[in-house]
């Protein structure tokens, strides 16, 4: 139970910012590697790093109604994400959730 534990508390960090998802990756990397850690891990870098580069696109849209729209989005799927963490759930984020857990599957 312990060991679960510690693998929570990775995946919680994981989502704190993109500092928090490489602090995560640095958590994980000991001879017990948590599935359940690498799972969010591999959610939350694939939600900061598409955030940003998305948000650099939609940020020369200089429109408040698109720009409103996508941090609403992201913070929607970000909330998922944190609060599957806080439960110990493995839930994919919707639409892209497949996407992150194979384009960082070495982590």
């Known amino acids: 139970m312990e060991n679960f534990e510690k693998s929570k508390n990775t995946a919680i960090v994981a989502y704190l910012t993109i500092i928090g998802s490489v602090i995560a990756i640095f958590m994980n990397q000991e001879e017990n590697k948590s599935e359940f850690a690498s799972f969010h891990i591999r959610q939350a870098l694939g939600l900061f790093i598409s955030f ?40 994919e984020l919707p639409a ?10 070495s982590l």
């Open 52 to 91: 940003f580069l998305l948000g650099y696109f939609v940020g020369y849209a200089n429109s408040w109604t698109a720009t409103s729209a996508f941090y609403i989005f992201y913070f929607i799927l970000w909330i998922y994400g944190f609060s599957g963490a806080l439960q110990g759930q493995k839930r």
């Open 96 to 105: 892209v959730g497949s996407f992150f857990q194979s384009a960082f599957k």
